[in-house]
């Protein structure tokens, strides 16, 4: 097995730096980049009076908003572009941009944004609340709901029962999670019906003031509404998922084989066809969390006015923040391949008959 797990973290280089390029080729083809989005905004009137931050120092853009008239009417001075282009580094050829950035990312320096003046790593860390609790909460709940309803409904194939949840959890996959998320806002917090739950946020603004206990309700009252949301969907897949594992290995002939010997219905489910025909499910959890985690909901963020992850991704393309887009793709790709070994080593501790270094010989 280690072996295994040396050649696979050993593929994690050329595949992770196969995604970096495959990326930066296709922005150097995205029109509108970091310098045009500057030029833009300083060129379309407005009052722009900030400190545009780069890697090499502060361009101080102070003589727009004057007596004497907006200098985008009559255009950017030549000597003052090409100071943005020298700051962002967009003087040097693409492939040197290129070469630098995996540079700096392989020593884990991931750079400050364009357009905040803060670092990467400092923008990630301040929205990860926010991703934490979508992507861990929604996971516990979905597993803590759909492995028992999943193995009710195998065990009851075809019953009334297995008919009418399997209805509901059709309806439930079908509804859209932004739509089932405003349902809740209308119901439960205030829309028309009930004001149950906070509108926005994670915590209430006396969350400091408040007892230990205090803050665990608090924070479990603001993430109700939220978590529920963005776990109806991954609910209904998993609830299916664990009830045809199931049902693949009730149907087996050892399955036959205990009963025969006289085993109650229960030790054969739980003592034999559970950790077989869980094998996927629970392997499954690092890949799943970790989807959810960095797959946070823009829509979701937004209707509950949650600052996350989803949102810092958005705002960063459409501003072509492009410290922030790669540094983020690095970092989320180094993890998401990580995950996908954490997720093989999990098969071997739900059971350790298998053997990748066999199957790969």
Not at 145 to 174: C, E, M, Q
Not at 180 to 201: E, N, T
Not at 330 to 358: C, N, T
């Amino acid at each position: 097995m280690g072996a295994y797990i040396v050649r696979r973290l050993l593929l994690i280089i050329p595949t992770l730096f196969g995604i970096m390029l495959i990326n930066f080729t296709l922005t150097q083809f995205v029109p509108g980049g970091p310098i045009e989005q500057i030029l833009a905004r300083l060129e379309g009137g407005g009052d722009v009076s900030e400190t545009i931050s780069g890697g090499g120092g502060d361009i101080e853009v102070d003589t727009l908003d004057s007596d004497s008239g907006y200098i985008g009417g009559r255009g950017l001075p030549k000597e003052f572009i090409e100071e943005l282009e020298r700051e962002f580094g967009f003087d040097k050829p693409a492939w040197k941009r290129f070469v630098d950035m995996m540079w700096n990312y392989m020593r884990f320096d991931f750079g400050e944004s364009y357009f905040r003046s803060v670092s990467v790593v400092d923008l990630v860390i301040e929205k990860m609340p926010v991703s934490i609790t979508l992507g861990l909460w929604s996971t516990l709940i979905a597993y803590a709901i759909s492995i028992p309803l999943g193995i009710h409904k195998a065990v009851r194939d075809g019953s009334n029962f297995d008919t009418w949840t399997s209805g509901l959890i059709i309806v439930a996959y079908a509804i859209p999670g932004f739509l089932f998320a405003i349902l809740l806002l209308v119901l439960f917090a205030g829309g028309s019906y009930y004001q149950i739950f906070p509108l926005r946020g994670l915590t209430s603004d006396n969350f400091e003031t408040l007892s230990f206990f205090g803050k665990i309700a608090d924070y479990m009252w603001h993430i109700a509404l939220p978590v529920i949301a963005s776990s109806i969907a991954g609910f209904a897949t998993l609830t299916l998922l664990t009830k045809n594992s199931f049902l693949d290995e009730i149907r087996k002939q050892y399955v036959i084989t205990a009963k025969a010997k006289g085993l109650s219905e229960s030790k054969v489910l739980y003592g034999h066809v559970f950790r077989n025909a869980m094998l996927i499910v629970i392997a499954g959890f690092p890949s799943l969390f970790i989807g959810i985690f960095f797959g946070s909901s823009l829509i979701i963020e937004t209707i509950f006015s949650l600052d996350g992850l989803g949102r810092l991704g958005f705002e960063a393309a459409v501003a072509r923040d492009y410290p922030v887009i790669f540094g983020t793709l690095f970092a989320f790709g180094l993890v998401g391949l990580l995950v996908g070994i954490l997720s093989d080593l999990m098969y071997v501790f739900v059971d350790p008959r298998i053997d990748f270094e066999k199957r790969e010989a």
